[in-house]
């Protein structure tokens, strides 16, 4: 019913920026909360950044000042500017919303992730 696609992955040298966008479709109402997580190798899945239908957003003290969420309520669609990249930010990086749906369910979706490589 609902997909998350995302897209602008890739490879960068260490100080380079990229910037991930997850659009979100299928029988929406809303979407409220929409957030990014990452996944490293032999690492467990971690939150980076989430925001609000409001626009409120919080970080990991990992990438505070470096990153910044955003998101387009008319376009289902939250973005990841990434800036001065470090090698220890190379990860799968997950789109996650809250979407309630048509059928009156609210639950989380997820995206199917997209490879960012920083290299040093």
């Known amino acids: 019913q609902v997909q998350l696609v995302e897209s602008g992955g890739g490879l960068v040298q260490a100080g380079e920026s990229l910037r991930l966008s997850c659009a979100a479709s299928?029988?929406?109402?809303?979407?409220?909360?929409m957030a990014w997580y990452r996944q490293a190798p032999g690492k467990q899945r971690e939150l980076v950044t989430a925001i609000t239908s409001a626009g409120i957003a919080n970080y990991a003290t990992s990438v505070e000042g470096r990153f910044t969420i955003s998101r387009d309520n008319a376009k289902n669609t939250v973005y990841l500017q990434m800036n001065n990249l470090k090698p220890e930010d190379t990860a799968v990086y997950y789109c996650n919303a809250d979407v309630l749906t048509m059928t009156s369910i609210l639950r989380p979706y997820w995206g199917q992730g997209t490879q960012v490589t920083v290299s040093s």
């Open positions: 299928g029988k929406i109402i809303r979407v409220n909360r």
